[in-house]
């Protein structure tokens, strides 16, 4: 569903993503790992859209279509999801508010009715149970005040109700304690089907023992140093990112 | 970098449409026979006329004020200014079915519904097109109660008494230079009246439509709310397109006695000019309101979203003890507007409070001023002010401007003032639109969040219309 091929993207002057190649099935589940600073979340926006990033070359073509020419709310609408590293606060407007207007835009986009409030309520409720929370968060303002852990939960929340294709979730498990981590990870767990495909960020093995990935990539220096499968990412956790960038750098120079 | 939040393209005004209707027109120019010209039309009592050309020539002494710091405009020439404009078929109207039948679909056309069978449920409206009232529904529903809602010149003929008691009680003729000039030749307006213990069970409701082109609109408004009395009323504006600026300088005055509450809440829409700094409605208007009686409130609420220029403070006079006053502003400015608005609280009574939230947009080019004074008499013990300033600026060509006036006279009382300014951002934006809201709906959807605590000050329909307003303002504030 996904060819990310040759990709490069600069912010600025500086050119972070040096040629990513990636492809993503239906029904899989990536891993993305690698040090601070390598490029997870640049890679993460770019897919999304994020318009201080510019692409220089490559092709990302998602679903048969050329992603990269499509604006963001036109990505989002055709079923690819971000959560967030740092979600946003919008002071002012209600979750639930916001919740029913990003239901609605997806689903005016597929040419479907906008769903009306009652019926909302009596779907939010179910989509609350996959991330363990009560209707009080309803009523505060989007991310507002949130501690970090809400503000992860809430992105979950986001990916259950708005069911995307593809969603990306970028350090979803940061600054997160054991039980929230434990919460997010089941929900994740509860969205995997064999119709999406995740691409999870991560910095950490740990969240990996939760949420079990069929491969792992590991980025350095904004490109794909190394593939493999969840076992890569114990043999990460023993010997470091040193090592990856070691091997990789010992293969460019061989290739030199 | 700001690349997003930067491009301004052109926002249509969706009301500049003309009516092509035939009116009465009074030449261009303003004199003392002009003044009696507009008396006569209106078969004034002698008083009134005495009390006009009073303030007529009051206002031939001032002169046109250039000294505000943040607004800048060429000198009104108000010889080229026709002071009258009345649809040719308005003559003092029986019922709706007198009305034009293209006066009503001009109104239909604004969403503004004057049949009685098809009106909201629970808003009585007059509508004022260029000087002259069209059209007040409900009124024989309302009469039932005692209230009194019609238009002003109908209240000079039927109510002669009460008008002649609260007439300027508020806004003196001689108050400011485009206060005297509205009393020299105001044309019409709305008069209310609730008598004592009444709860007005309708939301009144007034529509302001400037068609004629060079007529200036000068309407008066006078609301007074008896002992123990409630009412809320709106007011709701609009003008067609033209290239040069038209002059709106209004009075609203509300007076409320012992134990009453009014609540008045405004959604400005004028023309504001084109992208080019064009044309447009100059917004100059006095709106104060005396809470005369003891544990009286008086609550301001306004939307201004149009205009080219804005300047307006709704003020409360607390001169009762434990008088409430309350002013809640949305000021949005996009392309070359520039509005300068806020409040003035005059603490007279003791124990009396004030709250003040404005929350001011500025988009494209505008200039957003907002300027507010808190005085406290020394005989106002114990009185308290809470004021709130927040602005949001959209793009970087625009500008925020907070004036607070703090001046307290006794020892007993205290004023608390907080302000903010942020910036619509990118990542705001940006988050919004990963989840399937595009560009305007998003910035929408961030203003109006920034807005909320005034838009809840507002009756339920109107929210729902200020909220659309200002998506439209903002329209291609962003590109
Ligand atoms: N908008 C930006 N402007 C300039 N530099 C950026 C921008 N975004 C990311 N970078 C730089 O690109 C590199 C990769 O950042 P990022 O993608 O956030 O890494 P990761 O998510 O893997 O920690 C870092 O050196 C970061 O400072
Ligand atoms: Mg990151």
Known sequence: MLEIRDLRATAGDIEILKGINLTVNRGEVHALMGPNGSGKSTLAQVLAGHPSYQVTSGSVIYEGQDLLDMEPEERAQAGVFLAFQYPVEIPGVSNAYFLRAAYNEIRKSKGLEEIDSM?????????????????????????????????????????????????????????????????????????????????????????????????????????????????????????????????????????? | MSS?????????????????????????????????????????????????????????????????????????????????????????????????????????????????????????????????????TYKAKLAEQGIIFCSFGEAVQEHPELVRKYLGSVVPASD?????????????????????????????????????????????????????????????????????????????????????????STVQNWYAGDEQGKGGIYNFVTKRGKCAGNRSKISWTQVETGSAITWKYPSVILQGDDTVGEFYSVAVVNGHQQADTGTKMIHMGRNSRSTIVSKGISAGQGQNSYRGLVKVLPKAAGSRNYTQCDSMLIGNRCGAHTFPYIDVQNSTSSTEHEASTSKIGEDQIFYLKQRGLNTENAISMIVNGFCKEVFQELPMEFAVEAQKLLGISLEGSVG
């Open chain 2, 4 to 136: 997003q939040v930067e491009t301004l393209v052109n926002k249509e005004y969706k009301h500049g449409w003309v009516t092509d209707i035939e009116s009465d027109v009074a030449p261009p120019g303003l004199s003392e026979d002009i003044v009696r010209l507009i008396s006569a039309k209106k078969r004034e009592p002698a008083w009134l006329l005495a009390w006009r050309l009073k303030a007529y020539r009051g206002w031939l002494k001032m002169l046109e004020p250039h000294s505000w710091p943040n607004i800048r405009y060429t000198p009104v020439d108000y010889q080229s200014i026709s002071y009258y404009s009345a649809p040719r078929t308005a003559k003092p109207l029986g019922s709706l079915d007198d009305v034009d039948p293209k006066l009503l679909e001009t109104y239909k056309k604004l969403g503004i519904p004057l049949s009685e069978q098809k009106i909201l449920a629970g808003v009585a409206v007059d509508a004022i097109f260029d000087s002259v009232s069209v059209g007040t």
């Open chain 2, 176 to 264: 400011n230079f485009f206060a005297a000039l509205n009393a020299a030749v105001f044309s019409d307006g709305s008069f209310v009246y609730v008598p004592k213990g009444v709860r007005c069970p309708l939301e009144l409701s007034t529509y302001f439509r400037i068609n004629s082109a060079s007529t200036g609109q000068f309407e008066r408004t006078l609301i007074v709310a008896d002992e123990g009395a409630y009412v809320s009323y709106l007011e709701g504006c609009t003008a067609p397109k033209r290239d040069e600026n038209q002059l709106h300088a209004a009075v609203v005055e509300l007076v409320a006695l012992e134990g009453a509450t009014i609540k008045y």
């Open chain 1, 119 to 256: 019926d909302f309520i009596d779907l939010l409720e179910e989509k609350l149970k996959v991330v363990e929370w009560g209707p009080e968060i309803m009523s505060r303002a989007v991310n507002s005040g949130f501690s970090g852990g809400e503000k992860k939960r809430n992105e979950i929340l986001q990916l259950a109700l708005l069911e995307p294709k593809l969603a990306i979730l970028d350090e979803t498990d940061s600054g997160l304690d054991i039980d929230a981590l434990r919460i997010v990870a089941a929900g994740v767990n509860k969205l995997r089907s064999p119709d999406r495909a995740f691409v999870v960020v991560t910095h950490y093995q740990r969240l990996l023992n939760y949420i079990v990935p069929d491969f792992v990539h590991v980025l350095s220096n904004g490109r794909i140093a190394m593939s493999g499968g969840k076992d890569l990412a114990h043999e990460l956790e023993a010997k470091g990112y040193e090592w990856v960038e070691a091997a990789s750098a010992a293969a460019a120079g061989a290739g030199a």
